[in-house]
């Protein structure tokens, strides 16, 4: 009985192709569009929390505001060794050490390439930096003291792909600035595309090739115990640099960052932009639920004959209720299945634009399987919600009356 509610369902729309394709094309371009938004909001979420997943839940990493480029290079007021020894001295800090990172261009196999370069101190500071960073080597060894004129370099440049056409490994030499340095190893892979692509020096050799003072930095690096309170020791250490750059409460111009909220920030920006394009395509959704009603009241319309005779030979109300609500489903279905796959391909293929055009290999969408049976069962559940009045409508009629007004 089922099946050929649906096979009548079925040439009922069949007869009115052209309707029926325009009746679906609001459900699903919103349904596309929700699909694909979810799909790619997802798979940046992930990326993200991948360039994020090195980094310990110990530490704190400050910087000053105001700049352009990476976070607390190019500021009018920069982090210096007061402020740094300060916070050496808060309660619950076991280490601190301070770094820079200075854009710059590097020569190999005869092609160049745009970089950060940062900075590694010496003595024990070094071990800070190297456990905020969480430096792991997977060919050569780390910079240690005393090296002058090497270099450590992330995964990205081991790669044959890389923009050099050429592998760089441990003992290939480099030009960095118009000066020559040795590769003395290459870091573990961390998935994040700036470490990736960094490259380490030391502290004295980066500062006299872009000539930086001594005592400035662009990031302060802090190493905390857990256990003293993590709010307790970012707000002693807010408290102490308010005084040491003489700024008010509200008024701060330096930033103490966790990488968690770090990463609660970029996902409540992801989140954002989401629930804005969710109106945008709940408006098209609701367009095209309002064009299944139409559409279904129009073929009620129709039908009107149709309706009689079946009726005259003993359909009941139920029945007549049943088809028009299978069939004004049967629209919202199809229309969500069609924005399911359409969503899905734009998705995909913005994902594969967004990975050539940026390079950032981790990018790829990511769909739960709940988001496609969410979306089916929501467009059959529209269709039908649309098609209730419609099929009242066509339930209610006077099998007399709907023979006697057709001509």
Known sequence: MLLDYFNLAFKGIKRRKLRSWLTML?????????VALIGLGEGLRESINSQFGFLGTDLFAITASGGMGPPGSGV?????????NRIKGVLGVEKAAGRIQESVKLIFNKKSSFTYAISIPDGEDREVIEHALSMKVQEGRLLEDGDKDFVFLGARYSEDDNKFGKAIVKGSKIEIRGKEFKVIGIMEKKGNLMMDSAIFMNDEDIRGLVDRPKNEYDLIGVIFDENKGVV????????????????KKGEEDFSVETPASMLEQVN?????????????AGISILVGGIGIMNTM????????????????????????????????????????????????????????MGRMVLGVKTLYPHFPLSLFIGAFLFSFILGSFFGTLPAIQASKLNPVDALRNIK
Do not use: C, H, W
């Not at 609001?26 to 929700?34: C, K, V």
């Not at 409540?268 to 932009?273: E, M």
């Open 268 to 280: 409540s920006i992801i989140l954002g932009i989401q629930i804005f394009v969710y109106i945008i």
């Open 76 to 84: 009018v007021n920069p982090l210096t060794d007061k402020e740094l």
């Open 232 to 247: 307790k020791i970012k707000e002693d250490i807010e408290d102490r640099l308010r005084k040491v750059r003489d700024v």
């Open 297 to 352: 009241y129009t073929a009620v319309v129709e039908r009107t004959k149709e309706v009689g005779i079946m009726k005259s030979i003993g359909a009941r109300n139920s029945t007549i209720f049943t088809l028009f609500f299978i069939e004004s489903g049967f629209l919202g279905t199809v229309g969500g299945i069609m924005g399911i796959i359409i969503g899905y391909s734009m998705a995909t293929g913005l994902a594969f």
């Open 26 to 34: 609001g459900i699903f371009i919103g349904i596309s569009a929700i």
